[in-house]
């Protein structure tokens, strides 16, 4: 998985708006909200953040 440290500062979860983090053993990005804690694929690089497609841990 390939995303800049620029893009990972700005890009938020889009259910809670809380900063995501990388997972990038498992190419996913994560909400590190407590209450939310959705967690998005990454598809060729490209993240996917739409609720639909999130799965809870």
């Known amino acids: 998985?390939?995303?800049?440290?620029?893009?990972?500062e700005i890009l938020a979860c889009p259910a809670c708006k809380a900063p995501l983090r990388a997972e990038t053993e498992r190419d996913?990005?994560?909400?590190t909200?407590?209450?939310?804690?959705l967690v998005y694929p990454v598809r060729d690089?490209?993240?996917?953040l739409l609720?639909?497609?999130a799965r809870r841990p």
């Open 1 to 8: 998985m390939k995303i800049d440290e620029w893009l990972l």
């Open 28 to 31: 996913e990005l994560a909400c």
């Open 33 to 37: 909200s407590t209450t939310c804690g």
């Open 45 to 48: 690089d490209i993240p996917v």
């Open 51 to 53: 609720v639909d497609e």
